[in-house]
């Protein structure tokens, strides 16, 4: 839910903890087609585990970059279309994202299973998604645990199901970290049923893209 100032407004679980659920596919279905008939907006699907396999060029970045503060390798937040294609790390990917909002891969990394990165007509890249090797400069990567997550990241909180209010619609539940260095960006941790990371994302705090659906 946007506030006065139009930042988001964060939700909370009274554990501190984000709520987990699975959806069948006919509930992701109708959700969608309710949303469809309640006058429009984006539908934010839920993440996938970014534990794909990796190339060599792709695990050789992972060991000598890390997620943060600014960016990931060569891919920098802010940077327009013309400047990330131009890193010999982005791949744009046909046919994904929505008006205003485009989706590559980094190079190596495989499609689906994390190394993702959207870039907004009009705030440049503005979310890089972690694969399986990535760490931040704190040494948070995939398979850290929450514990490790809030000892590296004190003001780590809780984001949960929301109406954003700007018409889009979260269902996915994770946590939100400052990010040393950065007070424009964020890092979202999302973990599995064993309280470990199994995603992880650097985002532009203020931004207009999102992974998911058009109606």
């Keep these: 839910m946007a ?8 939700m909370t679980s009274t554990t501190g903890r984000p709520w987990r659920h699975a959806m069948p596919l006919t509930g992701v279905v109708a959700l969608l087609l309710t949303l469809g008939g309640c006058g429009g907006g984006r539908f934010v699907d839920t993440h996938f585990a970014d534990d794909g396999p990796v190339s060599p060029e792709a695990a050789a970045l992972a060991q000598e ?6 960016g990931f390798g060569k891919i920098r937040l ?13 791949v744009l990917a046909k046919g994904q994202g929505y008006p205003g909002c485009r989706v590559g891969n980094e190079v190596g990394a495989t499609p689906g299973k994390g190394g993702v990165v959207w870039v907004s007509d009009v705030y440049g890249v ?10 931040t400069p704190e ?21 949960t199901e929301r109406d954003m209010g700007n018409g889009q619609i979260e269902i996915d539940d994770h946590y939100r970290s400052p990010v040393p260095g950065n007070p424009n960006a964020a890092y979202r941790f999302f973990v599995n049923h064993d309280d470990k990371v199994d995603s992880m994302l650097l985002v532009l705090a203020n931004q207009d893209c999102d992974v998911g659906f058009t109606k």
């Design 126 to 135: 503005v979310k890089i998604s972690s694969y399986f090797g990535v760490r």
């Design 65 to 70: 970059f890390r997620l943060g503060p600014d």
């Design 139 to 159: 040494g948070i990567g995939l398979g850290s645990s929450v514990d490790d997550v809030r000892a590296a990241y004190p003001g780590t909180r809780v984001e």
């Design 3 to 10: 506030g006065p100032d139009g930042q988001e407004t964060l």
């Design 78 to 90: 802010r940077m327009t279309m013309d400047e990330v294609q131009t890193t010999g790390q982005f």
